[in-house]
């Protein structure tokens, strides 16, 4: 069983649609849960962070963590062509930021 | 505030020849971390380094490479006699310390690496 698992995709959705991005992980001992966005040839930048269970909202996107079921999601409100790129879920278990990332969805927003 | 910076930002080597592969992290940042990214996948971590220690290398592969972070200049990743599967993208990433939960690894540009 991979360490963080991601559906590949692509995963695609019209414009201004909801994009729901899922991650599962296996270490139950999981801190701070991190998802990043990289468009191809180019350095992954973080979206946003979640740590608590529950939501996390952060204008169109929303992180949302369920720590018994170890389960993330990044949601993509009002979702935009340049939205389109590979989302990557990454996870830190230990107490510095080595992160175990997922192979990443591929998201692709047509007009 | 310049963001991490790596350099080159390419770098083409034949099989048997050297590899290094540069990172300045972010100014006020003492935590340096390096990631490798095969065509396709997700970053793999490989080390972890503080000024002059090396805090886990899990990552690394046991053979050829090898990372230092001297107390003056840039952390390097050098990948002796490099073969066609080294062929990735290198990530370093940065960050200011390392114990709170809600700080964040910041990352350079990458240093995509060809081997001929």
């Known amino acids: 069983q991979k360490e963080v698992e991601q559906n590949s995709g692509p995963l695609s959705v019209p414009e201004g649609a909801i994009a729901s991005l899922n991650c599962t992980y296996s270490?139950?001992?999981?801190?701070?849960f991190f998802w990043y966005r990289q468009y191809s040839g180019k350095s992954p930048e973080l979206i946003m962070f979640?740590?608590?269970?529950g939501d996390k909202e952060d204008g169109r996107f929303t992180a949302q963590l369920n720590k018994a079921s170890q389960y993330v999601s990044l949601l993509i409100r009002d979702s935009q062509p340049s939205d389109s790129a590979t989302y990557l879920c990454?996870?830190?278990?230990?107490?510095?930021?080595?992160?175990?990332f997922g192979a990443g969805t591929r998201l692709a927003v047509h007009p | 505030n310049a963001g991490v910076m790596q350099n080159p930002r390419h770098l083409v080597r034949r099989r048997g020849q050297e590899a290094r592969l540069r990172c300045s992290p972010m100014?006020?940042?003492?935590?340096v971390y390096w990631y490798r990214q095969l065509p396709e996948e997700g970053l793999k971590f490989m080390v972890y380094?503080?000024?002059?220690?090396?805090?886990?290398e899990s990552g690394m592969p046991k053979e050829r490479f090898s990372a230092e972070f001297p107390k003056e200049g840039p952390s390097i990743l050098r990948i002796q006699q490099v073969v066609r599967g080294d062929s990735a993208a290198y990530f370093c990433?940065?960050?200011?310390?390392?114990?709170?939960?809600?700080?964040?690894?910041?990352f350079g540009q990458g240093t995509r690496l060809t081997v001929v």
């Open positions: 270490d139950r001992g999981s801190q701070s």
């Open positions: 380094l503080q000024k002059e220690n090396i805090i886990d």
């Open positions: 100014k006020g940042h003492s935590h």
């Open positions: 979640i740590y608590s269970n």
């Open positions: 990433a940065s960050s200011p310390d390392s114990g709170l939960m809600n700080t964040e690894a910041f």
């Open positions: 990454a996870v830190r278990t230990g107490g510095y930021n080595k992160l175990i």
